[in-house]
């Protein structure tokens, strides 16, 4: 646990040099917090007033609770979220930027405005309707990071209709599943894909996962390449000649509050993909609010996250967060190596980008590859960088904070799920001090705990250690898992009655920060010491030659378990000592939390959204490499062999 406490750049506060932050201090933060706390439901009320638009107002704020999982806000209340995204803004400011695409290729940017935006998806919109799809239907979206991504989520929501958005990186199976899972009638894709300079063979990776698949009635393919591709009518049809036939005003359809918006695959890092239901309402004002306060938008601001699409960081903080403030957004199609490691850095400077929003695998790699592709690019635009999807190690987010954000940057480690729809626990750039690796405090309306795991026994006070829960129902949280609402209620709502579970390990500290440790199933017990596989890692990743570490629990017949780590070095570092390694997390953490084993590989096993997958490494670690379970979200299968090679070696 770093104790190193980083105030607010006092540039954010300069109103010389940045607009005035929507809360600038600390003490601000608390009292509205505070507020949102002993009154939630006169606080979401207000919040939902002010920053949605209500084609019938709601009545009630809230019924049910955690305890029945029959939770639903607004009940009486009526909205479109297209609407909501789009029409405000294109009716007050139609020429304002919505998107800006970058490309895979660069140089390659397209602007689309928020008038041009509404003409695009009520075409698309139509077309839907035209098909015969109906309010309450699912669609399936497997699409490359292209602004008719965008287009088409958004033509979805004006219907009414439920995105299931499939990230367009996942093979024919994961995808087969996935539709067949949410009965989708429709797949929305691309001829191909560009990423990395690569090639994806979006549609033919389509038409395999269509075999033996009778939902789907039909197949709408927006041309991204121009490369001849499969076609097989009269299911496929041609984006460009289906929109061509239809007016570009539609009207939107107005749904209930507690309308399904959309359906989306977790990450499966700890098992099976569950199909998360977020309602219309209640995620839209959470994506609303958290993107206002999490990244302090301001009119002018171009806004920048590196995330994808086909993940829950992709639908809010690219798409529904951003849009309903009318912002403007960039939608990058890249990766960060692309051409160089440099690609970052040049997009931020070309667009001015003010708020960049990337995972912490992302900042590990850049870092990795040192400080040299950074320097020499204007970096001034950027106000605030923000980062999710894993803890961040104390060493990436220093190097995070000096080298891209030159300590006038505010970082913001934003802690949510897929499940919570927008961020829970986050620190405010104008507001809050900042510990590297501590995600600090909950966001306005969340009201988090601490449990001792055993017990279910709440934990009061400071410096406790425990597992994360959630108090109370919040808007954007999850209604169920699709068709399975019993494995929500086991997952989330049974496990302590009355609680949500995160399912994460949490330490809150003597200033009442919190720390995420880790996944809960991931805890290593070694002589009856709880360690976090956070903690540890980074104190591997302290090393000077450490890039990246992962560490599991292995059964002792001594002490329980013992920990084992896998690292990935810097360029350059592979004469490393791995007693040197040990020797680093026994001087950071205690002797009790060295490693028996460390193993050296050329990568670790990542879900394809950069999530490291410590399941796997258990397995392998334990010689049950017949059953390494749901490997769908792997993003490179070719690292298992060579992981398993190392194991049985070492
Ligand atoms: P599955 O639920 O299928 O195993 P997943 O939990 O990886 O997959 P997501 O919903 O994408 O799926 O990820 C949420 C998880 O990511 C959190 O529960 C937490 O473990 C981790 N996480 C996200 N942001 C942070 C953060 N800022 N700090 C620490 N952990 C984070
Ligand atoms: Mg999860």
Sequence with gaps: MSNTVHQVPSRLLDSSK??????????????????????????????????????????????????????????????????????????????????????DEPGNSRRITYGELLHEVSRLANTLK?????????????????????????????????????????SSEALRSRIIDASSKLVITADEGRRGGKTIHTKKIVDV?????????????????????PFSAPRDLWWHEELEKHRPYCPPEIVNAEDPLFLLYTSGST?????????????????????????????????????????????????????LNGATTVLF?????????SRYWEVVAQHKITQLYTAPTAIRLLRRFGNDYVKGHDLS????????????????????????????????????????????????????????????????????????????????????????????????MARTVYNNHHRYMDTYLNVYKGYYFTGDGVGRDHDGFYWIRGRVDDVISVSGHRLSTAEIESALISHQSVAEAAVIGVHDDLTGQCVHAFCTLKPDQGGTDVSELVLQVRKVIGPFAAPKKIYISSDLPKTRSGKIMRRVLRKIVSGETNQLGDLST????SIIPVLIDIVQKS
């Design 271 to 323: 098992g099976k993909p569950k199909g998360v239901v977020h309602a219309t309402a209640g995620y839209l004002l959470g994506a609303a609010i958290t993107f206002k306060y999490t990244f302090d938008y301001q009119e002018n601001d171009v806004y920048g996250c590196m995330a994808d699409i086909g993940w829950i960081t992709g639908h809010t903080y690219i798409i529904y967060g951003p849009l």
């Design 209 to 229: 996962a269509l075999e033996g698949c009778s939902t789907v009635e039909h197949v709408l393919v927006f041309r991204r390449t121009g490369s001849e591709v």
């Design 333 to 341: 199609e890249s990766t960060p190596v692309y051409p160089t490691a």
């Design 130 to 170: 035209s098909l015969g799809l109906k309010k309450g239907d699912t669609v399936a979206i497997y699409m490359p990071m292209i602004p008719e991504a965008a287009v088409a989520f958004l033509a979805c929501a004006r219907l009414g209709l439920v995105h299931s958005v499939v990230f367009a990186g996942f």
């Design 381 to 476: 635009s950027l106000r605030i960088i923000g980062s999710v999807g894993e803890p961040i190690n104390p060493e990436a987010w220093e190097w995070y904070y000096e080298v891209v954000g030159r300590k006038e940057c505010s970082v913001v480690d934003t802690y949510w799920q897929t499940e919570t729809g927008s961020i829970v626990l986050t620190p405010l750039p104008g507001a809050t001090p900042m510990k590297p690796g501590s995600a600090t405090f909950p966001f306005f309306g969340i009201e988090p705990a601490v449990l001792e795991a055993e017990t279910g026994k709440e934990l009061e006070g400071n410096d406790v250690e425990g597992v994360l829960v959630i108090k109370k129902p919040w808007p954007s």
């Design 18 to 103: 940045c607009p005035k932050p929507h809360i600038d201090s600390f003490e601000k933060y608390k009292k509205i917090y505070e507020e949102s706390i002993k009154d939630p439901q006169a606080f979401w009320g207000k919040q939902a007033k002010e920053l949605l638009h209500w084609h019938k107002p709601f009545e009630t704020v809230l019924t049910g609770g955690l305890e029945h999982g029959d939770v639903a806000w607004f009940r009486e209340g009526e909205l479109n979220a297209s609407y909501n995204c789009i029409d405000r803004h294109a009716l007050a400011n139609p020429d304002k930027v919505a998107i800006i695409h970058e490309a």
């Design 634 to 637: 792997l993003a490179d299968p």
